[in-house]
């Protein structure tokens, strides 16, 4: 199974990822390299086109990121896109120039002259512009094909394959820009729009097949989305050879352990090691407030008992990790090991000697979930919220005790539960409950009470990075309210955190 390529050259905006995605949408495989590759790298590729994204400089500023100038002799099909276009146009011999007249926002474009960019599309309409100088000369052989009031808008060379934008295709408020980014991969570049999560698996099970041949493979499972649909297309790969392990640290949500041994043992029929160390995790944080201690001892703990099982698991040599595409984009480079010590699913000890089988490394979070629907994991897997490492430790403020980890779980699959109802669970990025260690007085039913509260926290965020809080309805809040105190022994108050991050941090510890 083979793609098309389309490579997206970086030039530092947060752009590049967008247009990665929308390549993607339009099923076509994209990838993101940094404009200092060569040509001749980026020829090694095959690609069957290369984007030049936006970029945040002006191409007059010093040290302005430039490309290879080989690529337009390539015969590769070029799409510049606002930056890209500017930088294409005067690597060309056009010129760019500061006219101190600046495009920002919503623009009206015309479509002066036939071109197959904008074929079936109304000669005028709206795009979406943010620059500050602009294309005043088209390069040698190249022909303005639309404009917006005073500027150039898209040009092009079609012997030469070589086109750009001045305005951005890639978002929305371009309201028909992906029909014009589908022309070029389609039209120009010649691109099959074969990129589908089937062929994604298809692929992938291809490669796990070349890479572990007929040796075994462990995989550890967290319980999240990332390594339950690792798990699966390496399982779709490899059947048999694959054992995964699920440390059941007890720090875990409601139905978390449940979901994975019905999901693999029963649905997959894959080797589980059930590791089931509630009792230990609970013993080594024993008085333990501090929240980074916990952390630190739920870390050692856990590799403590994962390495205990893979001495049981000596014949492997292949360990899975959920490593996806943001992961390696943030990491700039191939760096590995890096990325390795930062998303070991549950934090795997580094000194294990294993090869890395890592089947999501090229997908963004949303394909990971699309993959996992594909392959038959269940919607409560596929749509799961992200959850700390260690588990519901860092959402008790203070000693965490079997009866304090109960009271917890409880109140948090009611804020989920209600959250799902009204259909706000995949809204947020994170909603769930913490419980904070000290009592505070109440009534119930004419009789004093002295028991805990209960604080729900539901922010949301697109990458974690920052988050706010999210504006839960109050009506939700009601419910969640009630039905926490009235279902959950030892709570008798429920408070609503509003801080975003910054200040706070999404979890309370
Ligand atoms: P904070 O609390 O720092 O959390 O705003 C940011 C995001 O990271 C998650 N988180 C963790 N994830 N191991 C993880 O895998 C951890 O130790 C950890 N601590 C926080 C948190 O749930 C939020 O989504």
Redesign the pocket.
């Known amino acids: 199974m083979s793609f098309d390529t389309v490579l997206v050259v970086d030039f530092g905006a947060q752009y590049a990822q967008l247009i990665a995605r929308r390549v993607r949408e339009a099923h076509v495989y994209s990838e993101i390299v940094p404009h200092t590759m060569s040509a001749a790298e980026m020829m090694a590729k095959r690609p069957a086109a290369v984007i030049l994204s936006g970029g945040p400089k002006s191409v007059h500023v010093e040290g302005a990121p430039v490309i290879d100038p080989a690529l337009y002799d390539s015969g590769t099909a070029v799409l510049g896109i606002c930056y890209g276009a500017q930088l294409l146009a005067r690597q060309l011999g056009g010129e760019v120039s500061r006219t101190g007249q600046g495009e920002y926002g919503r623009t009206a474009m015309t479509v002066t002259d036939s071109s197959v960019l904008f074929a079936d599309l109304p000669l005028t309409q709206d795009v979406w512009m943010s620059h500050f100088d602009s294309i005043s000369a088209a390069p040698p052989g190249f022909r303005v094909v639309a404009t917006t009031p005073g500027a150039a808008a898209a040009l092009e060379h079609p012997e030469r394959r070589l086109y750009g934008l001045q305005f951005h295709p890639e978002v929305a408020h371009t309201a028909r820009g992906q029909e014009i980014l589908k022309h070029f991969l389609y039209d120009v570049a010649g691109c099959r729009p074969s990129w589908t999560m089937t062929s994604v698996i298809e692929q992938q099970v291809d490669a796990i097949r070349a890479q572990v041949g007929d040796e075994k493979v462990i995989c550890g499972l967290s319980g999240g989305v990332d390594s339950a649909v690792a798990a699966a297309i390496v399982h779709k790969a490899v059947g048999d050879n694959l054992t995964c392990v699920f440390v059941d640290t007890g720090l875990m949500r409601a139905g978390e352990a449940e979901q994975v041994e019905d999901t693999f043992r029963r649905q997959f029929h894959v080797d589980l090691v059930h590791v089931k160390a509630a009792d230990r995790f609970v013993e080594a944080l024993d008085d333990v407030v501090d929240p980074e201690r916990k952390?630190k001892i739920i870390g050692e703990t856990f590799i403590r008992v994962f390495e205990e099982v893979a001495r049981d698991l000596q014949d492997a040599r292949f360990l899975v990790q959920g490593t996806l595409y943001p992961d390696i984009i943030e990491s700039g480079t191939k760096d590995a090991a890096r990325i390795k010590s930062h998303h070991n699913v549950g934090g795997l000890p580094e000194d294990m000697d294993f090869e890395l089988v890592e089947p999501l490394r090229n997908l963004f979070k949303d394909e990971v979930r699309a993959v996992g629907e594909e392959l038959g994991l269940p919607e409560e897997i596929v749509w799961r919220q992200?959850?700390?490492?260690?588990g519901l430790a860092?959402r008790i403020v203070g000693t965490v005790t079997p009866e304090r980890l109960e009271i917890l779980r409880l109140a948090d699959a009611i804020v989920l539960q209600e959250m799902r109802r009204v259909g706000l669970e995949r809204e947020v990025?994170?909603s769930f409950a913490v419980l904070i260690a000290v009592r505070t007085v109440g009534v119930m039913g004419d009789e004093r009470t002295y028991a805990y509260p209960i604080v729900i926290r539901a922010v949301t965020s697109d990458d974690?990075m920052t988050?706010d809080w999210a504006r839960v309805p109050y009506d939700v809040l009601e419910r969640m309210s009630s039905r926490i105190i009235n279902e959950v022994p030892g709570v008798n108050r429920v408070a609503f955190d509003i801080t975003s991050?910054p200040p706070g941090?999404?979890?309370w510890e």
């Open positions: 952390r992200p959850f700390p490492g260690p860092v990025w994170q974690a988050a991050k941090t999404i979890e």
